[in-house]
């Protein structure tokens, strides 16, 4: 069936370090691609998206590319922050249909 | 504005006893959704409201669980008869309509619940 799996953590990274949070995904179709974060005490809220093939989402310094080939939508910054700290969520969803499909969640702590 | 709501925050019920989660979707957001996350696992799909179409019921995980909403406002998830595995958190999400991928839900803190 269809789902997505995500790098496990937790992640712990020094200021500045660089950031990859692997995720990648098993579909029939051609799904659109998201990652979540969820900042301590607060909801998820969209965070990039990306909807075919070679897009690349990005927002607040963070990039994914959607890769077909590699069924992968890797979550990139290239210098963290402390207030990075969250918990990160990949997921999928169809063009048709109402069902979003989420991994599991990775925590990141950013230490100073 | 006003983010999605939800309440209680916490609950915590004895095994066999009914439960009644509440969602507040952000003013004029159509669509809605309920999740599950279950500890260390990613978010389970519930149900989901459109308008004043049928729900799209797909995801309840046993005839224990019913949730409902009134045209576009305030939503009631239901869990009959309790059981420990029904412990998770549940989290509610609504979108301003629905508009095949460019959708953007917007989530609530979710209701943690423990079935003792």
């Known amino acids: 069936g269809d789902s997505v799996t995500q790098m496990e953590g937790p992640v712990t990274l020094s200021e500045e370090a660089f950031l990859t949070i692997n995720c990648t995904y098993t579909?029939?179709?051609?799904?659109?691609l998201f990652w979540y974060v969820q900042y301590p005490g607060e909801g998820l809220q969209l965070l990039l998206k990306a909807t075919k093939a070679d897009d690349k989402g990005s927002n607040k310094g963070f990039e994914a590319t959607y890769r077909k080939e590699t069924t992968s939508f890797h979550l990139e910054k290239g210098s963290v922050q402390v207030s990075d700290s969250a918990v990160y969520f990949c997921?999928?969803?169809?063009?048709?249909?109402?069902?979003?499909?989420f991994g599991t969640g990775t925590s990141l702590t950013v230490i100073p | 504005g006003a983010g999605v709501s939800q309440s209680p925050s916490n609950k915590v019920t004895e095994k066999g006893k009914d439960v009644e989660l509440r969602c507040d979707p952000i003013s004029g957001h159509t669509a809605l959704y309920w999740y599950r996350q279950r500890l260390g696992q990613g978010l389970e799909f519930l149900i989901y409201?459109?308008?004043?179409?049928?729900?799209?019921k797909s995801g309840l995980p046993s005839d224990r669980f019913s949730a409902e909403r009134t045209g576009e406002s305030v939503s009631t998830l239901t869990i009959q008869r309790t059981q420990q595995e029904d412990s998770a958190v549940y989290l509610c999400a609504s979108s301003p309509r629905t508009s095949g991928i460019w959708e953007t839900q917007y989530f609530g803190p979710g209701t943690r619940l423990l079935v003792l």
């Open positions: 409201f459109q308008g004043n179409s049928a729900p799209d």
């Open positions: 997921a999928l969803r169809f063009q048709t249909g109402n069902q979003f499909y």
């Open positions: 579909a029939t179709g051609y799904p659109s």
